[in-house]
């Protein structure tokens, strides 16, 4: 009963969050239709373009951080990542279980689960820190500009414990890896389908990769020159939509009230900040000066870019690189299957084998067939 009460539990969740929060913003953009008959579309596709152009940077990210050796290609890199979103935007802490999709596609393309693992983990670490000092050079330079905010505070204390929970572990791993490696191998023993070795191999990898990336000034300075321009050029999208109803906001004000939405939004509790990006930003963004109207017309087109159009986006990305050029319908359906139905960490091959074995077992119909005739036998599936 465990499943189904639990689907239920998010589905109750997911319509009052649509009752309470979208549909209010929906009903309040539609008295202000009348925006659309001197709609800006020169401003609508650059806001496309740009858009893409950030999500392709996140790719870019990826190539920095993963090993020379046996590397996917970069039109790879981006389909891996345009997956592993389309997870993220459909399920609540849709984080992991994006992560649980990438793990299983770079496995597949021979990347070792450890490399992926810490190529995961420092991306995380690194895009949050970017983002939250991102957000507060902004705030330093918006406050003398548009005067202080009490959500300012709020969104300082939260961002100040994420960067404090970010160098702690940091520097658990690097300066005590040794007992780091102990704590995940206890964990690892409990945790069934894991193992202990594996997680205390990827603690002392974390390490020496982390200590080597701080060493290399020219990877570190281009990962955090990737990671910025993602964040930066994601912000300069939602300023095109704006611009396209005719507001053209301060670019420092309004980075800053996209990043109070985005490090609000990635508290847990919706897919992608579903409800709580699209209702925080216009408010913060007509105290920055824009009408109410266009705020919520720019932002709800914004986001139709931004988190609605990578799922369906996503779902042919993943088919792509599970579906050999010229099969049939059918497999593509079961491809479509296996992305749904599996779970994101289903892929993760048990305590003691090797890395080498994984894309075997993440590749060929035979994965997806068993997915579809057997779908609540996979532990698997509870973990992630």
Not at 182 to 203: C, F, K, S, W
Not at 259 to 283: E, F
Not at 284 to 294: A, E, H, I, N
Request: a positive charge.
């Amino acid at each position: 009963m465990r499943r189904p009460l639990r689907r239920l539990i998010i589905l109750l969740i997911l319509a009052l969050i649509v009752e309470y929060l979208v549909i209010p913003e929906l009903i309040g953009a539609s008295k202000d239709l009348y925006l659309l008959g001197r709609l800006n579309e020169g401003w609508l596709v650059a806001g496309l373009i740009v858009e893409a152009v950030a999500l392709f940077c996140y790719a870019l990210l990826n190539r920095v951080l993963l090993p020379r050796q046996g590397r996917p290609s970069l039109s790879r890199l981006f389909r891996i990542d345009l997956s592993a979103a389309a997870i993220a935007h459909v399920i609540p802490a849709g984080t992991v279980g994006g992560a649980g999709v990438g793990y299983q596609l770079f496995t597949a393309e021979g990347v070792p689960g450890t490399e992926v693992g810490v190529m995961m983990a420092t991306k995380g670490m690194g895009s949050t820190v970017v983002l939250n000092v991102l957000l507060w050079i902004a705030l330093v330079i918006s406050i003398p500009l548009s005067g202080f905010r009490p959500v300012y505070a709020t969104v300082a204390i939260i961002g100040a414990v994420l960067l404090a929970l970010v160098a702690l572990l940091i520097l658990g791993i690097t300066r005590g890896e040794k007992r780091a490696a102990r704590i995940l191998r206890a964990l690892g023993q409990r945790i069934p389908g894991v193992g202990g070795d594996r997680l205390e191999q990827v603690a002392l990898q974390a390490a020496a990769s982390i200590r080597r990336l701080g060493r290399n000034r020219a990877v570190l300075i281009e990962s955090l020159t990737w990671a910025a321009l993602n964040w930066l050029l994601d912000a300069a999208s939602l300023w095109c939509f704006i611009a396209a109803f005719g507001g053209y906001p301060n670019p420092v004000g309004l980075f800053a009230a996209y990043g109070i939405a985005n490090v609000l939004g990635a508290i847990p509790l919706t897919p992608g900040g579903l409800g709580i990006i699209d209702t925080i930003t216009p408010v913060l963004l007509v105290g920055f000066g824009l009408t109410r109207s266009v705020a919520t017309l720019g932002v709800l087109a914004w986001r139709l870019v931004n988190f609605w159009l990578p799922i369906p986006a996503g779902a042919i990305a993943y088919a792509s690189l599970k579906v050999p050029k010229g099969t049939d319908l059918r497999a593509i359906r079961r491809a479509f299957a296996e992305m749904i139905g599996r779970g994101p960490s289903s892929q993760n091959p048990p305590a003691g084998e090797t890395d080498a074995e994984t894309p075997a077992e993440t590749s060929g119909e035979s994965a997806a067939e068993s997915a579809q005739e057997a779908p609540e036998e996979s532990p698997a599936r509870d973990r992630s």
